[in-house]
């Protein structure tokens, strides 16, 4: 019964290299989210999917962020280009379904842009 | 829109003491509402959530809170403080449409011995 998995769970890099975020969801969960938590600050939303499909991506930042989810499992948040400002801890979370309102978060990944 | 303010970014307790955060929020539908309690280099962990029912809702750990809404508030309180409970407590509002969170900035507690 594995929770939530995401790697790395510390990312370090330069500014203007590309990084990947993986989130590993409970299995059979079809909901997934993405949080960004900045320094101080608490979490706020770039991305859920339903299934493979991401109804709502009003909270990425800039076109250098986007995500994708295959087979209803995995997803990948990827940020272009990475900036100083990008450094954070990036939550991801999923659920049984939409509507279910039970998230259970990932531990993060630890972003670092130098 | 739905919204969660947590007033106080810091409180300290004496360890045995009441712990209280707060939490209040706006909302134009009924609201869902969480706490969430994130131990240090780790994932948020659920304390406790109101959908519907009753208004006292007990969580993990020894946490309450109780939803009033005719003062939008969810304050979340433990009778005891341990050692332990030392953390960050997020309180967290459901947007009806998407099931997304929108999450207050958090709250750290400290607690002294």
């Known amino acids: 019964g594995a929770g939530v998995s995401q790697s790395p769970s510390n990312k370090v890099t330069e500014k203007g290299k590309d990084v990947e975020l993986r989130c590993d969801p409970i299995?059979?969960?079809?909901?997934l989210y993405w949080y960004r938590q900045r320094l101080g600050q608490g979490l706020e939303f770039l991305i859920y999917f339903q299934g493979n499909s991401a109804p709502d991506k009003s909270g990425l930042p800039s076109d250098r962020f986007s995500a994708e989810r295959t087979g209803e499992s995995v997803s990948t948040l990827t940020i272009q280009r990475t900036q100083q400002e990008d450094s954070a801890v990036y939550l991801c979370a999923s659920s049984v379904r939409q509507g279910t309102y039970e998230q259970y978060f990932g531990p993060g990944t630890r972003l670092t842009v130098t | 829109a739905q919204s969660v303010t947590q007033l106080g970014s810091h409180v300290s307790v004496s360890e045995g003491a009441l712990v209280l955060l707060r939490c209040n929020y706006s909302s134009s539908v009924p609201p869902y509402l969480f706490w969430y309690v994130q131990y240090p280099n780790q994932g948020l962990q659920l304390l406790l959530k109101?959908?519907?029912?009753?208004?006292l809702v007990k969580g993990i750990n020894g946490f309450e809170a109780e939803f009033k809404k005719s003062e939008t508030s969810f304050h979340l309180t433990k009778p005891s403080a341990h050692m332990s409970d030392a953390a960050e407590y997020f309180c967290?509002?459901?947007?009806?449409?998407?099931?997304?969170?929108?999450f207050g900035t958090g709250t750290r507690l400290k607690v002294l011995a």
């Open positions: 967290a509002v459901i947007d009806s449409g998407t099931y997304k969170y929108i």
């Open positions: 299995s059979g969960h079809t909901a």
């Open positions: 109101y959908t519907t029912g009753a208004t």
